[in-house]
């Protein structure tokens, strides 16, 4: 060890030793600060897109698209999104159901997957 070395050791040291004796430590830690802006999580809203083209927000049937992102909006503007569309649903309609969310402000969207089934699927 190089005698720079074990300056920045002796120092580390204590300055340790001088927070351990203090109830609360003096200097600004990260996790106080953290802990104290931490907000609830947000909200995750199912919306299911049928291969009729139907629609359903939190299990509940709407007419439209644009129906379901009203629907969405209103239960909390700052809804996460996850779409499980059917795999024999129309690419437009999924489409069409993005465009609306993305319309009246929600922005995080996610897409629910089956996984692959086949030969090459793990098991």
Do not use: N, W, Y
């Not at 996790?31 to 083209?53: D, I, K, M």
């Amino acid at each position: 060890m190089t005698p720079g070395q074990r300056v920045r050791v002796v120092v580390l040291a204590v300055v340790a030793s001088s927070c351990a004796h203090e109830p609360r430590c003096p200097c600004p830690c990260p996790a106080q600060a953290v802990a104290s802006v931490e907000a609830p999580p947000p909200r995750v809203v199912s919306v299911a897109l049928t291969r009729s083209g139907a629609v359903f927000v939190d299990g509940q049937a709407v007419a439209t698209a644009s129906e379901a992102a009203a629907k969405v909006h209103a239960l909390t503007p700052a809804a996460r999104v996850v779409i499980a569309a059917d795999a024999e649903a129309r690419h437009g309609d999924v489409i069409h159901l993005v465009e609306a969310l993305k319309a009246v402000g929600v922005v995080h969207v996610s897409f629910a997957v089956d996984a692959p089934r086949g030969p090459s699927s793990p098991e």
